[in-house]
């Protein structure tokens, strides 16, 4: 009779990339420490305008996300997109990406007019839709969109939003 040999299977390797969700914390120690509290709650765009005025002297378009929790305080500042004099490319998966990892509840976005002029343009009222459809998909509501120049523009007081 002959004598069997049991297979052993082949042993295979499999190789995964996997993305692990990281985000870091910065400590900023200056004397004069009144630019963002911490747990600063915001209730109204003036607030914006006030803690991101310093961008009415950039000479290139910063765009940022304001990422708040359930009772609107800060949870974390996200510079999403820096551009050029005119113009910041942004994309809704950049700004959500970021959102997301801090379980933001919901965003404020801002952005300066290195002009002066804060009167949102074409560009500036289409991005602002696809992101508020985008945050209603995911569950992230957009609160207000502040644009800052030589004075603001809220997207919410004018009926953008």
């Known amino acids: 009779m002959?004598?069997?040999k049991e297979q052993t299977p082949k042993s295979r390797?499999?190789?995964?990339k996997q993305i692990r969700a990281v985000y870091e914390t910065l400590t900023i120690k200056e004397e004069d420490a009144h630019y963002l509290k911490p747990?600063?709650?915001?209730?109204?765009?003036e607030q914006v305008f006030d803690t991101f005025s310093f961008l009415r002297q950039e000479t290139k378009e910063y765009?940022?996300?304001?990422?708040?929790?359930?009772?609107?305080?800060?949870?974390?500042?996200?510079?999403?997109?820096?551009?050029?004099?005119?113009?910041s490319i942004v994309h809704p998966r950049e700004v959500f990406k970021t959102a997301?990892?801090?379980?933001a509840a919901a965003i404020i976005l801002l952005h300066n007019?290195?002009?002066?002029?804060?009167?949102p343009s074409r560009e500036d009222i289409e991005i602002t839709r696809r992101l508020k459809e985008a945050g209603d998909?995911?569950?992230?509501?957009?609160l207000d969109h502040v644009i800052i120049g030589d004075s603001f523009v809220s997207f919410v007081e004018r009926g953008l939003l």
Not at 100 to 103: K, N, P, T
Not at 113 to 119: A, E, S
Not at 137 to 142: E, F, N
């Open 137 to 142: 998909i995911l569950g992230v509501k957009v």
């Open 113 to 119: 007019h290195p002009t002066g002029d804060p009167n």
């Open 63 to 87: 765009f940022f996300a304001l990422h708040l929790d359930g009772k609107n305080r800060v949870c974390c500042v996200d510079e999403v997109s820096v551009g050029s004099l005119n113009q």
């Open 13 to 16: 390797t499999i190789r995964l």
């Open 2 to 4: 002959p004598i069997e």
């Open 100 to 103: 997301l990892l801090s379980s």
């Open 39 to 45: 747990m600063t709650r915001f209730s109204a765009p």
